[in-house]
Structure formats: structure tokens, C-alpha cells
């Protein structure tokens, strides 16, 4: 048993760096010291230089005879110098809006309980009186209006926010991983 989940173990970690490669976009802040990563298949924004946006996941070609690097997003190829900017969604602000769509959700569902309930149609508040029962509408209504408003800043948090970075204040290149943890150096495809 002891050797059957060693084997198991080894295959995996083997399937892992064998399979596991991927090229990396490399976006380099020129003025400050900051890199992002984009991983081959994220979904993202390109503008290219005659203001066409192409969106879609990605995946990183380099051409090992010219050099060229090309970038792939959805169906549409580009070379890295038609790129004008390339626009990529947080994980922060996905984390986010599933955070305020979920709680919105749970919000609403509760808002509309109380309204149920204070409108007697659970037996819970049947015999409570009359103002309670106002009183429960009215503040059931509010949170389930609340909660309509939050789920939808999360859906609109979720769905639209990228963060822009252009190719006048970001220089793009493309890497190669071999497998986990080993890093080829940047292909020089920056676009200026």
C-alpha cells in the first residue's frame, strides 16, 4: 500500500512538471520597480495601436528564428509592438465582487423574509401585533433593497473593473517556464 501511494505521488509530481509549462507575459513598470505577471490562459484586455480592443484568454508565441513574439487573446494574433495597452482583472477586485455579490444575495434573501413574515404568511409571526408587523415590512424592505444594491455593485465590481497598464509606462515581454519553480530569461520583445 506504502509503495502503491509513493508511485502515485512521484506519477503526479512527474505529470506536474512535465505538463505544467506555460509561458508568462511579463508586464515591467519603466518608472518604478514593479513587474505583473500574466500566466498563459487569463482572460484579458488587449488594445492594439489603432484602438481595436481584443479580448479573451491569452497565450505567448515567440518565433525561435525571427525573435518576434506574438500574442494570442481569444482568436486574434498580435505582435508585441501593435500593442498599445493591456488591460488585466485583479484577483483582488474578483475576490471582492464575489464577496459583496454573495452577501447582497444572503441580504436580500433575509430582507425578504421578514417582509414575508411581517406580512403574517408565516406561521413564526401570525399572532404578533399589527405594528410589528408594519414595522417588519417596512425594515424587511429596506434590506432586501439594500441587498439588491450590494449584489448588483458586486456583479459591476466582478464583471468591469481592469487595470489598464499601456505601453508607454509598461514594458511587455514574454517567458518561458520549463516547469515549476524554473524560469527562463525574458524574451526581448518589449514594446516601445
Same mark, same amino acid.
Do not use: H, P, R, W
Given at each position: 500500500?506504502?509503495?502503491?501511494?509513493?508511485?502515485?505521488?512521484a506519477t503526479f509530481g512527474l505529470i506536474v512538471i512535465c505538463f505544467g509549462q506555460n509561458?508568462?507575459?511579463?508586464l515591467k513598470s519603466k518608472t518604478h520597480d514593479k513587474i505583473v505577471i500574466v500566466p498563459e490562459g487569463k482572460k484579458v484586455k488587449v488594445i492594439d495601436n =489603432?484602438?481595436?480592443t481584443h479580448?479573451?484568454?491569452?497565450?505567448?508565441?515567440?518565433d525561435s528564428i525571427?525573435?518576434?513574439?506574438?500574442?494570442?487573446?481569444?482568436?486574434?494574433?498580435?505582435?508585441?509592438?501593435?500593442?498599445?495597452?493591456i488591460k488585466v482583472r485583479p484577483l483582488l477586485t474578483k475576490?471582492?465582487? =464575489?464577496?459583496?455579490?454573495a452577501g447582497g444575495g444572503s441580504l436580500t434573501i433575509f430582507g425578504l423574509y421578514v417582509v414575508i413574515a411581517g406580512l403574517g404568511l408565516t406561521g413564526d409571526w401570525a399572532d404578533m401585533e399589527g405594528f410589528i408587523k408594519a414595522l417588519a415590512v417596512i425594515l424587511g424592505g429596506g434590506l432586501a433593497f439594500a441587498g439588491v444594491l450590494v449584489t448588483t455593485a458586486g456583479i459591476v465590481l466582478w464583471k468591469t473593473f481592469f487595470k489598464k497598464y499601456p505601453s508607454s509606462k509598461w514594458e511587455y515581454q514574454f517567458r518561458h517556464v520549463v516547469g515549476r519553480g524554473m524560469v527562463q530569461s525574458p524574451v526581448s520583445g518589449s514594446s516601445q
Open positions: 500500500m506504502k509503495t502503491i501511494l509513493l508511485f502515485l505521488i509561458n508568462q507575459l511579463v =489603432g484602438g481595436k479580448a479573451g484568454k491569452i497565450s505567448v508565441y515567440t525571427d525573435g518576434i513574439s506574438l500574442l494570442v487573446v481569444g482568436k486574434d494574433t498580435l505582435g508585441i509592438n501593435e500593442i498599445s495597452a475576490m471582492s465582487g =464575489g464577496v459583496l455579490t
